[in-house]
């Protein structure tokens, strides 16, 4: 198999906190036209073949998947996925019955610092498969949707080496990222500008701190799929707070 995974589709870089990131403004339909050309793989390619909705869609019909990934640690090289979680929803409904959660079995073993975080253990993921086994479960389930993440620098790059791994070829999709809607708000707006300069504490944009601010509900963190849930809910909330559901998708993705 040739290794076209080098090839970075075009309009994207390498580099900056992920492995591999969009830029903005990208033409997504382009990407994926390409990507349907130029990768080796049945499975990305028909992940390519089912598109992406048009940059000009409006929020309210747009069809969104929330997911979480938990992890081993930090570096999307050197640790791995452990658990997937994903939610599909709208504006309006979050199909909690077509959620999905998925344990994953590392290469490496767990950490005796990771566990406290997300909770799952050594016996937990003995019979669990990898990646490859489900794959294009999880394909299929995002396939067609917006993904929602809440700081898209880990499920960016976790899945894209993850794939590519195992591929020998990388994937990569349109993210909403809700994190990056807090911190265009409370990190780069004037107000933050302002009490930065003043001194004062900067507000968390953590997925619990930013639930809070719109009166959702706190749930226990370090579950993907609790995760998932509160990240769909998160984004629901940020667009009836301060968009229109008219606004066009291609203001929010990354």
């Not at 036209?33 to 990768?39: E, N, P, Q």
């Not at 809607?181 to 968390?204: D, H, M, P, T």
């Not at 509900?217 to 707070?241: F, K, R, V």
């Amino acid at each position: 198999m040739t290794n076209k995974s080098a090839r970075i589709p075009p309009g994207v870089r390498e580099g900056g906190h992920s492995k591999i990131t969009a830029e903005e403004g990208e033409n997504w339909a382009a990407v994926y036209r390409d990507r349907v050309d130029t990768v080796d793989d049945e499975r990305l390619r028909w992940f390519y073949q089912q598109g992406v909705v048009a940059a000009e869609t409006p929020l309210d019909q747009v069809s969104f998947v929330a997911l979480d990934f938990e992890t081993t640690g930090l570096s999307a090289e050197q640790d791995e996925i452990i658990s997937i979680g994903l939610v599909p929803f709208d504006l309006n409904r979050i199909r909690l019955r077509e959620s999905r959660y998925w344990l994953l079995k590392p290469n490496q073993g767990l950490t005796e610092t990771s566990v406290p975080f997300h909770g799952i253990t050594h016996s937990q993921l003995d019979d669990a498969p990898d990646l490859i086994h489900i794959l294009e479960q999880v394909l299929a389930a995002v396939a067609g949707k917006i993904v929602v993440v809440h700081y898209r620098y880990i499920e960016r790059e976790f899945f894209y080496t993850a794939v590519k791994k195992r591929l020998g070829e990388g994937i990569l999709f349109p993210m909403v990222d809700t994190m990056e809607l807090e911190a265009q708000l409370y990190r780069r707006g004037i107000c933050s500008q302002i009490k930065r300069l003043l001194g004062a504490k900067q507000e968390s944009i953590r997925l619990g701190d930013s639930r809070l601010r719109y009166s959702l509900p706190h749930y226990g963190q370090h579950h993907a799929l609790t995760d998932a849930i509160a990240t769909a809910e998160l984004l629901q909330a940020q667009i009836q707070h301060r968009y229109s559901p008219s606004v066009p998708i291609s203001d929010l993705w990354i």
